[in-house]
């Protein structure tokens, strides 16, 4: 399922292709039972990846747990990962958090995008 998503994304930003695979294990390597979404956002998801210039934004978000953020990259590729908890989640969207908001509008969701509906429900 997350190969199948992780191509939308591919398809939208025709320079990964060289690191698709390295970004599906990446991907994979953060994705666990407490997992609820993971999203692509950002000028990756609008497909306007910009070799040289643009990283790769993601957001997961865990049944529970404290706001993380890690940078890593691959091939010269800069990743941010920003994890959130549920409710952590629920009040950065209630505080109209530009990210976390248009990631979950406009992000390509690799995981949970059925999950979307009972979020905004929370608000």
């Given at each position: 399922?997350?190969?199948?998503?992780?191509?939308l994304?591919?398809?939208?930003?025709?320079?990964?292709?060289?690191?698709?695979?390295d970004?599906?294990?990446?991907?994979?390597?953060?994705?666990?039972?407490?997992?609820?979404?993971?999203?692509?956002?950002?000028?990756?998801?609008?497909?306007?990846?910009?070799?040289?210039?643009?990283?790769?934004?993601?957001l997961?978000?865990?049944?529970?747990?404290?706001?993380?953020?890690?940078i890593?990259?691959?091939?010269?590729i800069?990743?941010?990962?920003?994890?959130?908890?549920?409710?952590?989640?629920?009040?950065?969207?209630?505080?109209?958090?530009?990210?976390?908001?248009?990631?979950?509008?406009?992000?390509?969701?690799?995981?949970?995008?059925?999950?979307?509906?009972?979020?905004?429900?929370?608000?």
């Amino acid at each position: 399922m997350l190969r199948e998503r992780l191509k939308l994304v591919i398809e939208k930003n025709p320079p990964l292709r060289e690191i698709e695979d390295d970004l599906l294990n990446l991907i994979s390597s953060i994705d666990s039972e407490d997992t609820l979404i993971i999203i692509v956002a950002g000028s990756t998801a609008e497909g306007r990846y910009v070799s040289g210039i643009s990283d790769i934004d993601i957001l997961v978000i865990k049944k529970a747990g404290p706001p993380t953020s890690r940078i890593t990259s691959i091939k010269d590729i800069n990743v941010e990962i920003t994890f959130l908890g549920l409710d952590d989640a629920v009040e950065a969207l209630k505080s109209k958090n530009y990210f976390i908001s248009q990631a979950l509008d406009k992000g390509i969701y690799l995981k949970g995008e059925e999950i979307k509906k009972t979020i905004l429900n929370l608000l």
